[in-house]
């Protein structure tokens, strides 16, 4: 499985960005998308997912800002991000993840920095 992300950039605070990250190659019907952010000196953080029936979860961080919604039949997820504040500098990856014989794989993309001045 190969996932590649677009969308990142550099946004004033207040601003909005649009992630999307497609997903290709064998991927498993049932299977969770989402979006994890890492900045310098900082471990890899969860920001949202999504399965493929729907199922959402968000970080506490972005609740009310973030939407993440995907496209099955592309095999895409989206991150629409609104009301950016600095601290939501960081680079993006893009994951995929599915259970596979009693254990969890995890796929992910190669990241896009995302930037918000103040």
């Known amino acids: 499985v190969q996932l590649q992300a677009f969308g990142g950039g550099l946004v004033h605070a207040g601003g909005f960005l649009r992630l999307s990250c497609a997903a290709s190659?064998?991927?498993?019907?049932?299977?969770?998308m989402g979006w994890y952010r890492q900045d310098p000196g900082n471990q890899r953080e969860l920001v949202a997912t999504i399965t493929s029936v729907g199922d959402t979860y968000y970080a506490d961080s972005v609740k009310g800002r973030f939407t993440i919604s995907r496209d099955n039949a592309k095999n895409t997820v989206y991150l629409q991000m609104n009301s950016l504040k600095p601290e939501d500098t960081a680079v993006y990856y893009c994951?995929?993840?599915?259970?596979?014989?009693?254990?969890?794989?995890?796929?992910w993309g190669q990241g896009t920095q995302v930037t918000v001045s103040s």
């Open positions: 994951n995929l993840g599915h259970s596979y014989s009693g254990s969890y794989v995890n796929y």
């Open positions: 190659g064998s991927i498993v019907s049932f299977n969770r």
